[in-house]
T-cell receptor, first 115, second 113 residues
Framework: GAVVSQHPSRVICKSGTSVKIECRSLDFQATTMFWYRQFPKKSLMLMATSNEGSKATYEQGVEKDKFLINHASLTLSTLTVTSAHPEDSSFYIC???????????FGSGTRLTVV | DAKTTQPPSMDCAEGRAANLPCNHSTISGNEYVYWYRQIHSQGPQYIIHGLKNNETNEMASLIITEDRKSSTLILPHATLRDTAVYYCIVRVAGNTGGFKTIFGAGTRLFVKA
């Protein structure tokens, strides 16, 4: 089946630095990818929709300048958490519609810890 | 907003069937019911989906009521590895890049030995 590769799986960074998370669709093209954030014991919260060749669409309340999204190609989307703060610590997950009837394929997630 | 409601948690004995209900009373005619599960600290995993007929695959069975306002995911012989959060989602099927998937709270299933 379709696979979405997400990395890094874990990252620890210092406050004030930026962190980039990558999601790649393997063996299929993804003109759209979705980025989610998840707090402990909570459900996934949609942050933004990444569109290849155009600007990302952000959900209400999500800061565009804080969470920079780039969809550079049909197989790669990146989320950059800029000027990270401890409250940005969370589990970030990407997904892409795989067109194979399974709906969406999800990455394995990135656990970000800002110290 | 999520268009589904699920019980927050359920217990199931190992080896027994786990029946997870989901209400989706506002489902549209072209929306499918999808089930995913999430094991701790991993991305969600696809389980099964259906439109109006009951479906079965190697992982589970999906029973959809005739009026399509609710469904039940059945894990026929639950194992300890099935302990996870199960999400029921309704959305249009296919490579619907323009359609967002909104997650509800899900059901936390505990399979006990």
């Amino acid at each position: 089946g379709a696979v979405v590769s997400q990395h890094p799986s874990r990252v620890i960074c210092k406050s004030g630095t930026s962190v980039k998370i990558e999601c790649r669709s393997l063996d299929f093209q993804a003109t759209t990818m979705f980025w989610y954030r998840q707090f402990p014991k909570k459900s996934l919260m949609l942050m933004a929709t990444s569109n290849e060749g155009s600007k990302a669409t952000y959900e209400q309340g999500v800061e565009k300048d804080k969470f920079l999204i780039n969809h550079a190609s049909l197989t790669l989307s990146t989320l950059t958490v800029t000027s990270a703060h401890p409250e940005d610590s969370s589990f970030y997950i990407c997904s892409a519609p795989d067109g194979g009837g399974y709906g969406y394929t999800f990455g394995s997630g990135t656990r970000l810890t800002v110290v | 907003d999520a268009k589904t409601t699920q019980p927050p948690s359920m217990d199931c004995a190992e080896g027994r069937a786990a029946n997870l209900p989901c209400n989706h009373s506002t489902i549209s005619g072209n929306e499918y019911v999808y089930w995913y599960r999430q094991i701790h600290s991993q991305g969600p995993q696809y389980i099964i989906h259906g439109l109006k007929n009951n479906e079965t695959n190697e992982m589970a069975s999906l029973i959809i009521t005739e009026d399509r306002k609710s469904s039940t995911l059945i894990l026929p012989h639950a194992t300890l590895r099935d302990t996870a959060v199960y999400y029921c989602i309704v959305r249009v099927a296919g490579n619907t890049g323009g359609f967002k998937t909104i997650f509800g709270a899900g059901t936390r299933l505990f399979v006990k030995a």
